[in-house]
């Protein structure tokens, strides 16, 4: 299990928060000493910073790192993004409840979820089927409910990271343009099945080198697990590296 950072950050807001209420109640006269003024008065300055991280993170934006290739082109280990958290509902840090409805995803939108097989890995993938849709992926054809998406040739990639070659195609899912790569070397993996309500369908861009929905290890995405709209890359950091500025500012599509 990773570090479950949004339940850290809650938990030391709640922490300084008591100290610092403490603080404030208790007369200084009547103080248990010194050394538990001090610490009063740190957390009466950490706790408004730490509230304040805290609603950011928790209903505006939060920040991920790209760490594999299973979204190439678009999006490359390295890239740190900024996820949009209230696109798809306002929701309690940790617990995950929906407390403000505000919208749900669209089909081609780059989601960030909680693994269904393990709450504390977040995914990065396009969301392909909404509740109730067929979905068929046949030889790297995709088809929602019998229409198939449609997809031209878009050249050969030639950036690196051991896919040079890798075919390109514009795939379009409604008014959703965005480019996937079929890497040669790989096996296309087919799939059928129907969504079931209130769960997604999500596959990576790297259509031959991405673990998701058409595997049992991911599946279909409940509701409940998604975090955010992926939105902006902010920064590009492959270490050992240097940064690249190029990809500071790009629009997630």
Known sequence: MGLDIPTVLVVITVIAGVISLADWLVPAPRGPGPRFRVIGEYARLLFPLLFVVLLIRSFVFESFRIPSESMMPGLVDGDFILVDKYSYGLRLPTLGTKIVPIGAPRRGDVVVFHSPADHSIYLIKRCVGLPGDHIVVRDNRVFVNGQEMRATPHGTYEGGYGFNGSSLEVEQFGTSRHTIMLAGDRWATD??????????????????????????????????????????????????????LHRVGMRIR
């Open 191 to 244: 799939f059928d099945g129907t969504v079931p309500p209130k769960h997604y369908f999500f596959m990576g861009d790297n259509r031959n080198d991405s673990e998701d929905s058409r595997y049992a290890a991911v599946g279909y995405v409940p509701e409940r697990n998604l975090v955010g709209h992926a939105r902006w890359i902010y920064m590009h950091w492959r270490i050992p590296g240097w940064p690249d």
